[in-house]
């Protein structure tokens, strides 16, 4: 009897804050939920662009980082890593969640940075919620669409970069008003995270110098990475996936991880991914606590005029293929934005994006395909 009492106390406890508040989500509830990963594409998908609200007041950033950080020199020595993960959304679609990875860094303690999409906040308030709420996690811009902003005017780009922002301040707010604690133990869940986000990451991670120019007059810092895990290649395998990463990884890189439903094995990677860096004696962090060392003079960036993968201009190579996105995009949002009798799912189920086959007369790649370097 003393013993089942003991467990229902403890149960209760965990269930209310020492200050009386609720704590948001159960164990359970932040776990991966069936089905979570797949992406689905179908007129359902659209979502209107947030409408203009007062968004807080943005950071002022000096013009010396108008540039792109793609990695940290780490002054002391010390082996620190930044795991990122991008989670972004196309118009036509809804893109998925790939909650093992995040079951497993919470598991472990793994600190993260996450660009997530203002499109895809929107489609997935909860887990958008989650990840701000949660102590590990840093959330960060990924644009409004999964748009290649070097095809993009002044205003369209602007658009891109706000749209995310105010998407990303809705769920902020929504999370304060719901006055609930992400652990027992914590602050209110809102006040693990900041009210704007700060870190910013182009769409395929193809940019001009205008766009930098754009992003720091944001108060956003534009991040790239140094190494990529090349996981939205469908050819790309869990143990080629470890193979480009942990013996490659040096003091202050920063990886590149997709967790949208196109990280094909990344899932399965991330275990023996974590476990072989720490076996090297690397402890994890997040852009953020990287750009702290840099203020307290224990870290420097290394930055650069332009955005590239492994090497200057080859994200251009996806300037043709985001055109056609692009043109693909805009012929769907005028079909929808037409559509006077609402936005109710067809009667038809949706196609997942997994299963789809190319015809022999489409040139174009799956929408998969362009993320490669997202």
Same mark, same amino acid.
């Given at each position: ?174 999370? +304060? ?166 936005? +109710? ?30």
């Amino acid at each position: 009897m003393i013993i089942v009492l003991v467990c229902v106390v403890a149960a209760m406890a965990s269930k209310k804050s020492l200050a009386g508040e609720a704590t948001c989500w159960s164990y359970a509830e932040l776990l991966e939920a069936s089905n979570e990963p797949n992406v689905r594409v179908g007129r359902f998908a659209y979502r209107e662009p947030p409408g203009d609200i007062q968004l807080t007041e943005k950071m002022k950033l000096s013009t010396y980082y108008n540039k792109a950080i793609r990695s940290f020199h780490i002054k002391d020595g010390r082996k620190l890593v930044a795991l990122t993960f991008d989670i972004g959304e196309q118009p036509h679609e809804i893109s998925g969640y790939q909650g093992k990875i995040f079951d497993h860094l919470r598991k472990h303690k793994v600190r993260a940075t996450v660009f997530l999409g203002g499109k895809w906040m929107v489609t997935h308030p909860e887990r958008t919620q989650q990840m701000i709420a949660d102590p590990l996690f840093e959330v960060a811009n990924h644009g409004w669409e999964h748009r290649n902003l070097r095809l993009l005017d002044s205003v369209e780009q602007q658009r891109a970069i706000m749209r995310a922002q105010s998407a990303y301040e809705t769920q902020w707010r929504a999370l +304060k008003k719901r006055n609930c604690k992400f652990s027992s133990t914590g602050p209110a869940a809102h006040n693990n995270a900041p009210p704007q986000m700060n870190l910013w990451r182009f769409p395929f991670g193809a940019c001009r110098a205008d766009s930098l120019q754009l992003v720091g007059d944001a108060g956003l810092y534009s991040i790239q990475w140094n190494l990529s895990s090349s996981d939205p290649w469908k050819g790309q395998t869990k143990a080629r996936m470890v193979a480009a990463v942990v013996p490659r990884v040096k003091p202050g890189s920063i990886v590149l991880f997709h967790a949208n439903g196109r990280g094909w094995h990344t899932s399965a990677a991330i275990p023996q991914i974590i476990s072989g860096l720490k076996k090297r004696g690397y402890e994890f962090v997040t852009i953020g606590d990287l750009l702290d060392l840099t203020r307290q003079g224990k870290a420097e960036p290394v930055l650069t005029d332009t955005c590239y993968d492994s090497r200057p201009g080859d994200t251009n190579r996806y300037d043709k293929l985001s055109g056609q996105l692009h043109a693909k995009y805009e012929r769907f949002l005028r079909r929808m934005r037409g559509n006077t009798g609402g936005l +109710k799912p067809p009667a038809t189920k949706s196609k997942r994006v997994t299963k789809r086959k190319r015809t022999k007369a489409s040139k174009t790649p799956e929408p998969d395909a362009f993320n490669r370097a997202d």
